[in-house]
């Protein structure tokens, strides 16, 4: 897992640790690391960026209770709650490959109790 500071259109790593097996890594191991690393940059605005290996509501909740902004990649498979106050799941918005679309204060999922979040797709 990589933590990546992007400054000035560069991208520089700043913290990196091999886990200790392939895949995804989980909450646990993500909220470790960014405990490890958000202090350091206490005094400045921070905004986490991450992909569909960090689309967990548990993570969005935590980041939010540490007063870090946050955008996350959600997986198709995901739900949103619409102003129509009605579940879509994202892959019924027929988004084609290499098309995003940014959605703001969004509810996600059936299962999972969150708060309103940022999100991209």
């Not at 909740?61 to 870090?68: A, M, P, T």
């Not at 892959?91 to 109790?113: A, E, P």
């Amino acid at each position: 897992m990589m933590v990546i500071l992007i400054y000035d259109q560069r991208a520089i790593p700043i913290y990196w640790e091999f886990l200790p097996r392939l895949g995804n890594s989980n909450f646990d191991e993500q909220s470790r690391i960014f405990s490890q690393v958000l202090p350091l940059f206490n005094k400045y605005q921070t905004v986490v960026l991450g992909d569909r290996e960090f689309c967990s509501v548990k993570l969005a909740n935590w980041l939010s209770k540490q007063k870090v902004q946050f955008c996350l990649r959600l997986k198709k498979s995901e739900f949103i709650l619409g102003e129509d106050e009605i579940l879509h799941s994202l892959d019924s918005l027929g988004l084609d490959l290499g098309v995003s679309l940014f959605l703001q204060n969004i509810k996600v999922t059936k299962s999972h109790s969150c708060s309103r979040f940022q999100h991209s797709c």
